[in-house]
């Protein structure tokens, strides 16, 4: 094989299989029809042909496979010409089954949230050891400045999805990865256009529990009940599970020294190993962080000596990044797409600013969301928030008026970025933090929110 085609390039999965195929030295072209930053970004500086839309002539005739994407279905015009063509096509997770996984040491973080996090400490911390791991994660690591990379050590760390896998393979991404090491992050109830219920979901995970080989280690956040139902169902692999609580059946626990989890000590099995200082918020951060050492440790890596790394970690790009301050005014852009990661997040926030103004701008993007699968938990998980604007789409099929008036805080909905942006204007004040919120484009709304306020 020496060139493909990848539908959906501009994904953040399929972006990180562009970057690996280049890696490989093939040849490789792509199509998509929503391309913002950062994977933009990160597929011109590859130099990766990009096409905007789905036209069937896109699709170069000396290309050897076609990569599609999750977001594509049959009806798309490129789907069905690769398919009336009798061409050879793949998904995303089985060209890296294929192609990157064989012959390495796998680990897969799965989790309704705080995979990306997760998966980027994870390979930070590897890399501390001087392991020189292999990665695909969503969304590009500022420590690496690239969602993906081969690396040239045995082990390789993937952000394992329960999304499906393609339109002709139904299955979650993560069943493709038979990986050694998998974290259970957390379970909650999402993507609402493919899982009728939290069970259909918990099923999925018990796939992927069974690929885990006896050798290998299931790393499990302990305070989850789901994923207690989850091992239930039938586990053969040694079981870890992590935690805040210091209870003793847990084998990795932490104890905070801040409420906003930025100062935590690391415990394992009733011995601590030493004290983290890191710029992450929150306590979700934290268990992420207790996730990532317990499967470094599974692989034999010396957790208390590459503690101190921590300090330097800079996560992803659109996980709480400061966009950039004005007039005391700073702003951040985070990819939200769950209640759950929503309260978290502003909690982390609130316990670091202290009585300082949160405002919150907040795109319901998710499939989820957007079905409305979350509605009645919006309002609750902004209750840090002091000032909310909703972006109220046209094409959003519920109405957000009882979202907004059910807000603790001052709530106000838009119809478009240009007036959330005017809106941020008139209400922000010298010492606000100010928060988007979308898991899309946004409309370039963070930046462009900086520059007003700037002009």
Not at 173 to 185: E, Q, S, T
Request: hydrophobic fraction near 45%; charged fraction near 20%; charge should be negative.
């Amino acid at each position: 094989m020496n060139k493909i085609h990848i539908l959906g390039i501009a994904g953040t999965f399929m972006g990180g299989v562009a970057a690996l195929a280049r890696e490989l030295g093939l040849g490789v072209e792509g199509s998509d029809q929503a391309v913002y930053p950062p994977m933009s970004t990160q597929l011109e500086r590859l130099g990766i042909a990009l096409q905007q839309g789905y036209a069937p002539d896109n699709i170069a005739p000396d290309c050897d496979q076609v990569v599609v994407g999750n977001a594509l279905s049959r009806g798309n015009p490129a789907v069905e010409q690769v398919l009336d063509a009798g061409r050879a096509y793949t998904s995303g997770a089985q060209w890296l089954a294929e192609n990157v996984l064989p012959g390495r040491d796998t680990l897969a973080v799965a989790g309704t949230h705080g995979k990306t996090t997760t998966t980027t400490i994870l390979t930070f911390l590897l890399q501390a050891a001087g392991r020189e791991p292999g990665f695909l994660v969503g969304g590009v690591a500022e420590d690496f400045g690239v969602s993906a990379r081969l690396g040239r050590g045995r082990e390789f760390v993937v952000e394992a999805d329960e999304y499906d896998t393609a339109f002709f393979d139904k299955r979650s991404k993560f069943v493709h990865y038979r990986p050694l090491v998998a974290i259970l992050n957390n379970l909650e109830y999402d993507h609402a256009d493919i899982f009728p219920d939290v069970a259909a979901i918990q099923r999925q995970f018990h796939h992927l529990v069974r690929t885990v080989p006896r050798r290998g280690r299931l790393i499990v956040n302990g305070e989850d009940e789901r994923l207690a139902e989850v091992l239930a169902m039938g586990c053969w692999t040694p079981v870890e599970r992590f935690g805040l609580d210091g209870r003793d059946d847990y084998e990795w626990t932490a104890r905070l020294r801040n409420d906003d989890g930025s100062a935590f000590v690391v415990v394992h099995q009733g011995r601590e190993l030493g004290e983290v200082r890191w710029p992450l918020l929150g306590r979700h951060n934290v268990m992420n962080a207790l996730a990532a050492l317990a499967a470094a440790h599974a692989v034999g890596v010396d957790v208390a000596g590459v503690l101190p790394a921590l300090a330097s970690f800079r996560s992803v790009k659109r996980r709480m990044e400061v966009v950039g301050e004005h007039d005391g005014i700073t702003v951040y852009d985070d990819f939200a797409h769950h209640p759950t990661a929503i309260a978290t997040t502003l909690a982390g926030l609130r316990a670091k600013v202290g009585a300082a103004r949160i405002v919150v701008a907040m795109e319901p993007r998710s499939n989820s969301m957007r079905l409305g699968a979350h509605a009645d938990a919006l309002a609750p998980s902004l209750a840090h928030a002091d000032v909310v604007v909703f972006l109220q789409r046209p094409e959003l099929a519920w109405d957000a008026g009882q979202v907004i008036a059910a807000l603790d805080g001052e709530g106000v909905g838009v119809a478009d970025a240009d007036t959330l942006i005017a809106q941020l204007c008139q209400r922000v004040r010298a010492g606000d933090h100010v928060v988007f919120m979308s898991n899309g484009g946004f409309d370039g709304a963070p930046r462009r929110f900086l520059t007003a306020l700037q002009a």
